[in-house]
């Protein structure tokens, strides 16, 4: 759990960070707009570790050849 909450934290940041634009907004509060830009890159890391733990689950269950 504390994984999939790390990986769903930097995706967010990563994606909120780099997507408008590479800066910070520089209003206060940021707005909606701003606030949805995390949503692919939390959801995009969530799948790469969701597809990261089935592939290691099934070669552990595969066992040696």
């Not at 999939?4 to 934290?9: D, G, I, L, R």
Request: aromatic share 12%.
């Amino acid at each position: 759990m504390v994984g999939a909450f790390a990986a769903a934290v930097f995706g967010a940041v990563a994606s909120a960070y780099l997507l408008p634009a590479p800066r910070i907004p520089p209003h206060n509060p940021p707005g909606f707009a701003a606030a949805l830009w995390p949503l692919p890159g939390c959801l995009l890391a969530l799948l790469a570790l969701y597809g990261y733990g089935t592939f290691k689950e099934r070669a552990r269950d595969a066992g040696p050849a």
